[in-house]
């Protein structure tokens, strides 16, 4: 048996997107005839956690050794969007058509350990006209330049599958970890991957089981998104970076960027010697605070997006001013992210003054967005 | 130092650190879409640069909108070599 439904699923990219699962979350939504700009636009917040040295912006980033997550995690980020906790397949008793919230578009995350379970499904799934939004180890990806050196979870979205020649089709289009593919791969290679254990390269113990995790979107016939609801993220944007909501027991926003500012400079004091074989403190700057200042650079990208959207919704100066400083700001968190990544190449806390100076200058630019959204709002009410 | 000689040793480190066609590395092709520097193979890319010519990048111009070809590094660290002489003068 065979069948696919290739050519009809949007091939989407934007450089601004979250992670490679919302890369392919997106591709769908368009699929679905719904617009990824404003489903996936994540609130604007910063968040540190001072006691573990992790930062985020609706939830911290940090090591993960599962796939599966609570339902409290899945959902600070979204206003658009519900996400059930991680369930097994086979176990789950829920409806088939997967709606759990009516006035949102529904992600149903899912594992399965036993692959025949989950390969009939995918192939019911396509049988249906809905493409697969799959969990794979990149180690079994043949176009990726990890292929057979590194491991690490990825996400494609598959299309169509083709029993007489053992092949699905997929593609993978998250050029931000140099993925470009649109084609057939064999079925074997694709399930190896989808079944990895995911070993991390830190510790030989450790690893991240992909449990063959795939996500359904599903959306109900009276979800609709009114102006109250894009307002919505912008009032929610605004209590975060406020600091006046706790986000997953965290305090959020401006002060916490201070904070954390400060907790850098207090580290270049305390001398750290990273030259010292300081795996860890040179993998912080090095790997962490690089990839993190990337994703925040992205966020405040996508947010500037999202109040394009809704441009008719808000003064044209405002939105004119709020892009202009999340523009400027997202360039300076992109430039800490590569000064964070000099620091580690160079094990040197020298550059912290410049790191911090341009954390300082994200601040400036952000507060003039939160005194914006505070000014627009207290006149809506 | 001649601007060519610049140019050289930053086509070396491009052909050392780029992740393919390393071989004929040209003066003005990207270097993200010809060679592979990513993001982080560019900061490694400049951290060798600094060494080489013992210059410092002033840290907002590590992007790939400053530095996105062989010759706007080159060009930069000729710069910075003639303004620093000049300073010293």
Same mark, same amino acid.
Request: hydrophobic letters at 35%; charged letters at 30%.
């Given at each position: 048996?065979? *069948?696919? $439904?290739?050519? @009809?699923?949007?091939?989407?990219?934007?450089? =601004? &997107?979250? /992670?490679?699962?919302?890369?392919? %979350?997106?591709?769908?939504?368009?699929?679905?005839?719904?617009?990824?700009?404003?489903?996936?636009?994540?609130?604007?917040?910063?968040?540190?956690?001072?006691?573990?040295?992790?930062?985020?912006?609706?939830?911290?980033?940090?090591?993960?050794?599962?796939?599966?997550?609570?339902?409290?995690?899945?959902?600070?980020?979204?206003?658009?969007?519900?996400?059930?906790?991680?369930?097994?397949?086979?176990?789950?008793?829920?409806?088939? *058509?997967? $709606?759990?919230? @009516?006035?949102?578009?529904?992600?149903?995350? =899912? &594992?399965? /350990?036993?692959?025949?379970?989950? %390969?009939?499904?995918?192939?019911?799934?396509?049988?249906?006209?809905?493409?697969?939004?799959?969990?794979?180890?990149?180690?079994?990806?043949?176009?990726?330049?990890?292929?057979?050196?590194?491991?690490?979870?990825?996400?494609?979205?598959?299309?169509?599958?083709?029993?007489?020649?053992?092949?699905?089709?997929?593609?993978?289009?998250?050029?931000?970890?140099?993925?470009?593919?649109?084609?057939?791969?064999?079925?074997?290679?694709? *399930?190896?991957?989808?079944?990895?254990?995911?070993?991390?390269?830190?510790?030989?113990?450790?690893?991240?089981?992909?449990?063959?995790?795939?996500?359904?979107?599903?959306?109900?016939?009276?979800?609709?998104?009114?102006?109250?609801?894009?307002?919505?993220?912008?009032?929610?944007?605004?209590?975060?970076?406020?600091?006046?909501?706790?986000?997953?027991?965290?305090?959020?926003?401006?002060?916490?960027?201070?904070?954390?500012?400060?907790?850098?400079?207090?580290?270049?004091?305390?001398?750290?010697?990273?030259?010292?074989?300081?795996?860890?403190?040179?993998?912080?700057?090095?790997?962490?605070?690089?990839?993190?200042?990337?994703?925040?650079?992205?966020?405040?990208?996508?947010?500037?997006?999202?109040?394009?959207?809704?441009?008719?919704?808000?003064?044209?100066?405002?939105?004119?001013?709020?892009?202009?400083?999340?523009?400027?700001?997202?360039?300076?968190?992109?430039?800490?992210?590569?000064?964070?990544?000099?620091?580690?190449?160079?094990?040197?806390?020298?550059?912290?003054?410049?790191?911090?100076?341009?954390?300082?200058?994200?601040?400036?630019?952000?507060?003039?967005?939160?005194?914006?959204?505070?000014?627009?709002?207290?006149?809506?009410? | 130092?001649?601007?060519?000689?610049?140019?050289?040793?930053?086509?070396?480190?491009?052909?050392?650190?780029?992740?393919?066609?390393?071989?004929?590395?040209?003066?003005?092709?990207?270097?993200?879409?010809?060679?592979?520097?990513?993001?982080?193979?560019?900061?490694?890319?400049?951290?060798?640069?600094?060494?080489?010519?013992?210059?410092?990048?002033?840290?907002?111009?590590?992007?790939?909108?400053?530095?996105?070809?062989?010759?706007?590094?080159?060009?930069?660290?000729?710069?910075?070599?003639?303004?620093?002489?000049?300073?010293?003068?």
């Amino acid at each position: 048996m065979k *069948n696919n $439904i290739t050519g @009809k699923v949007p091939r989407y990219f934007e450089p =601004y &997107v979250n /992670d490679c699962f919302h890369n392919c %979350y997106a591709a769908v939504l368009q699929y679905m005839g719904l617009n990824p700009d404003i489903i996936l636009a994540d609130y604007l917040s910063f968040m540190y956690d001072q006691a573990n040295d992790n930062i985020g912006v609706n939830y911290l980033y940090r090591l993960n050794t599962s796939v599966e997550f609570s339902e409290e995690e899945l959902n600070t980020s979204l206003e658009f969007v519900y996400l059930p906790a991680t369930v097994n397949f086979s176990s789950d008793l829920r409806d088939l *058509n997967g $709606i759990k919230c @009516k006035n949102k578009v529904n992600i149903n995350m =899912y &594992v399965e /350990d036993d692959p025949n379970v989950a %390969y009939s499904r995918l192939k019911e799934l396509i049988d249906n006209g809905k493409p697969v939004i799959t969990a794979v180890d990149l180690y079994y990806m043949r176009y990726h330049r990890a292929y057979m050196k590194e491991h690490g979870i990825h996400c494609v979205v598959i299309t169509g599958y083709d029993e007489e020649n053992n092949c699905f089709e997929l593609f993978d289009k998250f050029r931000l970890s140099s993925s470009d593919f649109d084609g057939t791969l064999p079925m074997d290679e694709v *399930n190896q991957g989808r079944v990895s254990d995911n070993p991390l390269p830190w510790g030989e113990m450790n690893k991240r089981p992909i449990r063959n995790l795939w996500m359904e979107i599903c959306v109900d016939e009276a979800f609709s998104i009114d102006d109250d609801k894009l307002i919505n993220v912008l009032k929610e944007s605004y209590t975060r970076m406020a600091g006046k909501r706790n986000i997953l027991g965290y305090k959020c926003g401006l002060d916490m960027l201070e904070a954390f500012e400060k907790d850098l400079m207090l580290k270049k004091e305390d001398k750290l010697d990273l030259t010292n074989i300081d795996w860890t403190r040179v993998y912080w700057y090095r790997a962490y605070l690089n990839i993190s200042f990337k994703n925040i650079a992205r966020n405040r990208k996508r947010f500037m997006v999202f109040v394009k959207e809704i441009d008719r919704l808000l003064p044209e100066d405002m939105v004119t001013e709020v892009c202009n400083c999340l523009e400027e700001s997202s360039k300076h968190w992109e430039i800490s992210a590569n000064i964070a990544l000099k620091m580690g190449i160079k094990k040197s806390l020298d550059l912290t003054d410049e790191l911090v100076k341009h954390l300082s200058e994200i601040r400036r630019q952000e507060s003039r967005v939160v005194e914006r959204f505070e000014g627009y709002l207290s006149n809506l009410v | 130092m001649q601007k060519h000689e610049i140019e050289q040793k930053v086509c070396e480190a491009v052909s050392r650190l780029g992740q393919y066609n390393n071989d004929n590395v040209e003066l003005d092709s990207d270097l993200r879409d010809s060679y592979g520097v990513d993001s982080i193979v560019l900061v490694e890319l400049l951290v060798e640069i600094e060494e080489v010519f013992g210059i410092t990048f002033d840290s907002s111009s590590l992007t790939y909108e400053t530095f996105s070809t062989v010759r706007s590094i080159a060009d930069y660290v000729y710069n910075k070599l003639n303004t620093d002489c000049v300073g010293i003068n």
